[in-house]
């Protein structure tokens, strides 16, 4: 384990970095909101596009990939929607511990991926986020949207076509995912200039995940940070290797699948929140608590998963 925790040490080294940057204002109090901007919009959306187009989307692997991600996806949402009406947890709040539960941070599963196997480790996690993100963009779109436009004033079609078409990661995995299933592949020139831009997506949107980080706003409501914390830190994982085990999938393969279980919400989730009327300061705090768990739970989860699937 102890190799495990050095090799994905620097992802969260970069995080607490970050977190350190604006806790100092530097460089500024505008700057992160516009390099948060800059990362989702432009570099993450490059470093998909450019990894999507080479991924292997086609064999045993995709499938059961697919498996795992949608059955696990599925499930913390229900446990998401029951715990909401069961606790009798406010519509706006339930919103946020909806995203908790089954967003996943896709720079944190990409650094890990990436540290752990490199250039392969990273074609594989072009695969599982091609396969995770529409999906979970439109269950995450759609439960917002229906806490909030119970008012009957928001269309809940409507929405979600624009929340979806507009959406920087749906369009570059789309976009490269056609290419490469129709045999163009990498566009010369093209392929090379997105390639560049993909290499500053990691480093600055994992400094950006550490400066979003909200410590004071732990404090918010107990349920929702539990409920969404083990859904995502527990139940996830859990049903990643309950899949691999019934499938058998091993090596490489199987431990990125347990990277992608293993990694805490999505810090966009809180830009979403805001944005369809769920809890912002709840949201900030699930993201926050699940971080800062996943410095212990992730290479935890991947040294576990490395000595029974790679055999060390």
């Not at 994905?8 to 940057?21: C, D, S, T």
Request: hydrophobic share 55%.
């Amino acid at each position: 384990m102890w190799t495990i925790s050095l090799s994905i040490l620097p992802i969260f080294l970069l995080l607490i970095f970050g977190y350190v940057l604006r806790r100092n204002h530097f460089p500024g109090e505008q700057f992160w909101p516009l390099a948060d901007r800059l990362s989702y919009w432009v570099l993450f959306p490059a470093l998909l596009f450019y990894r999507t187009t080479t991924a292997p989307l086609t064999g045993e692997v995709v499938g059961t990939y697919a498996l795992a991600l949608m059955g696990a996806l599925a499930t913390c949402a229900v446990i998401a929607v029951i715990a909401t009406r069961l606790f009798k947890i406010s519509p706006q709040v339930g919103g946020s511990l909806f995203q908790g539960a089954t967003r996943h941070n896709t720079f944190i599963a990409f650094a890990a991926a990436e540290s752990l196997f490199g250039a392969d480790g990273l074609l594989l996690a072009a695969v599982a986020t091609s396969i995770l993100v529409p999906p979970t963009n439109l269950f995450c779109v759609s439960a917002l949207v229906t806490y909030q436009g119970r008012n009957g004033t928001v269309s809940l079609k409507r929405k979600l076509v624009q929340e979806l078409a507009r959406n920087p990661l749906l369009l570059a995995i789309g976009l490269g995912v056609a290419l490469n299933l129709s045999g163009i592949g990498p566009v010369p020139i093209l392929h090379e200039m997105v390639g560049i831009l993909a290499q500053a997506a990691l480093p600055v949107a994992l400094l950006c995940v550490g400066a979003g980080l909200h410590i004071r706003a732990i404090r918010a409501e107990t349920w929702s940070l539990i409920i969404s914390s083990l859904c995502k830190l527990v139940v996830f994982p859990a049903i990643m290797v309950g899949t691999i085990l019934l499938t058998g999938l091993d090596g490489m393969a199987a431990v990125v699948l347990v990277i992608y279980g293993a990694t805490p919400t999505a810090s966009s989730g809180y830009a979403l929140a805001k944005q369809l009327g769920s809890d912002a300061e709840v949201m900030a705090a699930i993201i926050t608590i699940q971080t800062l768990l996943s410095m212990i739970t992730l290479p935890l989860s991947i040294a576990v998963a490395s000595a029974y699937f790679l055999g060390g």
